[in-house]
């Protein structure tokens, strides 16, 4: 079966870009989500269950599919894992092709990548601050200001919540200051 799936993006708000593309390959259904939110992809959610094996998901282009590369390899897999598969138009995938499998390779090899040079950049980021004498995350809160927390705790006479008016120092500061 040939599903068509459509979802609105800012150069395609209305449709006419991806109808006029998945009617120029005979879809047996088009799927249409009414809104482009990641979050709420509930007809991307239930084609995704229901695919049966030979199903072929059609899309203009990759992006009406995914929100992100993360999430193209997680469609894949699912995709590949109900042994169906995903034809692109204006990028040319087809992964029921072997090349389409050398594509899915590939995207998983670019996110793994892509997550290693964030890392990277993140880790040097940090040794840097460190060289310069910055110390990363929030700032400590100051030691009178601690004291003066768990002497109010243990006075027994002030709530969490006059604690931490007075002090600045919330509940889970307080206790993981108490168990030391």
């Known amino acids: 079966m040939r599903i068509g799936y459509m979802r609105p993006y800012q150069d395609d708000l209305d449709y006419k870009q991806q109808t006029s593309l998945l009617h120029s390959i005979p879809c047996d259904t088009i799927i249409v989500e009414d809104h482009a939110s990641a979050k709420r992809r509930t007809n991307l959610t239930h084609m995704m269950e229901n695919l049966k094996p030979g199903d072929t998901i059609i899309v203009s282009k990759l ?32 992964t029921s092709q072997s090349e389409g499998y050398l594509f899915s390779s590939v995207v998983r090899h670019l996110v793994d990548f892509q997550s290693d040079v964030i ?16 110390n990363p995350g929030r700032p400590r809160k100051t030691d009178e200001n601690i004291k003066k927390a768990i002497m109010m705790y243990e006075s027994k006479k002030y709530s969490l919540a006059e604690i931490k008016d007075q002090t600045g120092i919330s509940k889970t500061t307080l206790y993981r200051y108490l168990e030391n």
């Open 63 to 94: 992006f009406a599919l995914a929100d992100s590369t993360r999430h193209l390899v997680e469609l894949l897999e699912m995709v590949d894992a109900k042994k169906a598969a995903i034809y692109s138009i204006m990028e040319g995938i087809n």
């Open 119 to 134: 890392s990277e950049k993140t880790k040097r980021g940090l040794f840097e601050a460190k060289q310069k004498g910055n």
